[in-house]
């Protein structure tokens, strides 16, 4: 199996700056991509930003302030934002389309992390 686990969230003011790390660990062959989604309350989750082998994608409103990198020695995925706002609260996912080993050979996923409250406040 692959677990992905989060970490960073936390309460900041409007314009102070977080940064969250996602680590992904078991039978992994290859990571073809990680990123982060978010979820605030009464709203659909949507993408914020993902990085795979060919382009790295961001959400319109994140531009310019949110920045995603990746460790692959680590299974790692990152996402530095900076001059938070209010409307940036929500909780905090991870995402990862991974390869994974199995019994007859390989399969591939996409696996999720428990998510990570980020509250900002005005």
């Known amino acids: 199996q692959v677990e992905l686990v989060e970490s960073g969230g936390g309460l900041v003011e409007s314009g102070g700056s977080l940064r969250l790390s996602c680590t992904a660990s078991?039978?992994?062959?290859?990571?073809?991509?990680m990123g982060w989604y978010r979820q605030a309350p009464g709203k659909q989750r949507e993408l914020v930003a993902f990085s795979n082998t060919v382009s790295t994608e961001y959400k319109e409103s994140v531009k310019g302030r949110f920045t995603i990198s990746r460790d692959d020695a680590k299974n790692a995925v990152y996402l530095q934002m900076n001059d938070l706002k209010p409307e940036d609260t929500a909780v905090y996912y991870c995402?990862?389309?991974?390869?994974?080993?199995?019994?007859?050979?390989?399969?591939?996923?996409?696996?999720w992390g428990q998510g990570t409250q980020v509250t900002v406040s005005s």
């Open positions: 078991g039978n992994i062959v290859k990571i073809n991509g």
């Open positions: 995402n990862g389309l991974i390869l994974r080993a199995t019994t007859w050979g390989s399969a591939q996923g996409i696996y």
